[in-house]
């Protein structure tokens, strides 16, 4: 039996189910529940893809799509607490594609045509902001749908002029260029330590009542801030 797993922010916002993820486990632990659900803070999460045997109709590509906008919807910010590891940077994925997670799908088997595929991806992406787009669409053997920046192909959706549409008969190498897009994104990605404090805001203001032996007008002074 397949498990399902799903990745969540500090604002208990869950993904749908996702077949691929990559997280660094180092910085933030992996949930499981009883039933062998996996859940992934989205701060440490990199990358996720959907896999598809085929993907001969729009709806499931549309689907497909939707699973992975689930996906960047989420607050990597972790509600403005979250700073990457490495450079000590507030996270904000809104306006920094190297805040973001890397989305993509892989087809292994028959799919939409190039130019249906392509259509179908400018009709999703017109309809939503930047940072809700996926980064690469794979469909083995047959071709490669990822953006066109100032500078080249480029699977950076904030900087996207339009989509760059490569076709397998151009290339042999469609697979190590989809490598080459995702280990650069793996490098460069901001990964975050879990913000305990956002996850646990809803918890609320400490109502203890508190109790020390010293004479009632002068408590201990660190006490004293907060015994009313």
Known sequence: MLKDDLVFDADEHVSEQIDIIISDSLLCPRFQTIGGTHYY?????????????????????????????????????????AVDELTGEPIDPLTNHRHQMFTFVLVTGRSLSRENATTALMNFILKRDAHLWPNVILALDQYLL???????????????????????????????????????????????????????????????????????????????????
């Open 146 to 228: 990822t953006y066109c920046c100032d500078a080249g192909v480029c699977p950076n959706p904030l900087d996207a002029r339009g989509i760059a549409s490569q076709a397998a008969e151009e290339t042999q190498d469609l697979v190590m260029r989809f490598y080459l897009l995702l280990a650069s994104v793996i490098e460069v990605t901001a990964v975050s330590r879990l913000p305990y404090h956002s996850y646990l805001r809803r918890m609320g203001d400490w109502t203890a009542k508190v109790y020390h032996s010293s004479v009632e007008d002068d408590p201990p002074p660190f006490l004293s801030s907060i015994v009313r």
């Open 41 to 81: 803070p989205c701060e440490s999460v990199v990358a996720v893809g959907q896999v598809k045997s085929s993907m001969t109709s729009e709806k499931t590509f549309m689907a497909a799509l939707s699973n992975l906008e689930s996906v960047k919807n989420l607050d990597r910010s972790g509600g403005g607490r």
